[in-house]
């Protein structure tokens, strides 16, 4: 087996070369992200991963979403972080600012622009947040019903509030009722960052009618209002959905992400790579391309193993001679060109293709006269 790999100035491509026979998997571009156009989280509340995934009692999630997904078995809690809101916060900015309790935005409330959705507002990318018992007539400051102001880390921003007045507009424009949501899905306007935050019955923190077993509560939550988003145009076309926890407790310092999307890996990959919601962080500033890194988002790890990485990922040598190759991480709706070279000097297409997946086939039957072949996959911009 030989294998050649280049670096060169056109984005996104992948080198091989091979002895026909055998079956060989290269990536150059390990570590990317592929071009997802529409992200929604979901967080829930306080179970540590060990207590949730293989349950009984949450049969959807284990059954269901898990066989589809990539998830995470070493995402860990921002060490010593707790209660809540400072990870809420950290989610938002990659830091706590100090905060460690429960108390609402008349207090904790931060003067500062450093943090996410403020830098999607400034490169002009849409955001908003989905909160389960709100109104949305005001900015919801306090606790209402099952909702919880500590788990609405937006409303801990001055920029956001206009420094905690409940009429200002803008906080109310991003600020909205779940019950919203549906209809923002069938008709395709959600945003771009979609912030999903259930009651505190429905996210696992409170033992509630009719089940009183928070994790049961969990899922059949998720089991209603998951398929609403894996269903919509704003998912299948280059969409993604995290569902993640706010902390976890010991003995098991684990939280769990669990991440959809038709660009993933799915099909139930895991890895133990170490992450924590700064990893969450970098993820979506790196999606959206706004920085600069926020706090310790700038020193973690983002989660872009669970996802496809682009490029050749098998070669099949055919009964013909002919090679059969099939290519991954591919954005639906972008061109994609395959070439091919005897030498690395000169290099030939031998496919176009506008995806319409996240994969693709082709065929190279030059390759049945020739020892050794070079190949490379180009994504046009």
Known sequence: MMLALRAGSFPRRLYLSAVFLLLNLLNTNAGTIPSIRTVFIIVLENESWAEVVGNTNAPYLNNTLLPMASRCEGYYNVPDLHPSLPNYIWLEAGTNFGILDDNGP?????????????????????????????????????????????????????????????????????????????????????????????????????????????????????????????????????????????????????????????????????????????????????IFGVGPLLGDAGDAINLSDLFLQFGIHRLVKMPSGAMHLTAVGVTPGRTNIVEASKDLMTWLPIATNVATSTSFATIDTDAASLDQRYYRLIQLP
């Open 106 to 286: 008349a207090l904790d409330h931060q003067n500062t622009t450093n943090h996410f959705v403020t830098l999607l507002k400034n490169a002009g990318i849409s955001w908003k947040t989905y909160q389960e018992d709100i109104t949305g007539a005001s900015i919801p400051l306090t606790d209402w019903n099952g909702y919880a102001v500590r788990h609405n880390p937006f409303v801990y921003f001055d920029d956001v509030t206009g420094t905690n007045d409940p009429a200002y507009a803008y906080g109310i424009a991003h600020i909205r009722p779940y019950s919203e949501l549906a209809a923002d899905l069938t008709n395709n306007t959600v945003a771009r960052y979609n912030f999903v935050k259930p009651n505190i019955c429905n996210d696992g923190h409170d033992s509630c009618a009719p089940f009183y077993d928070t994790v049961r509560q969990i899922d059949v939550w998720l089991g209603a209002e998951v398929p609403k988003i894996l269903g919509s145009d704003a998912y299948k076309n280059e969409g993604a959905l995290f569902i993640t926890w706010d902390e976890s407790h010991l003995p098991d310092p684990r939280i769990g992400m669990i991440v959809l999307s038709p660009l993933a890996r799915g099909n139930g990959y895991t890895n133990d790579i170490y992450y924590t919601h700064s990893s969450t962080l970098r993820t979506f500033q790196e």
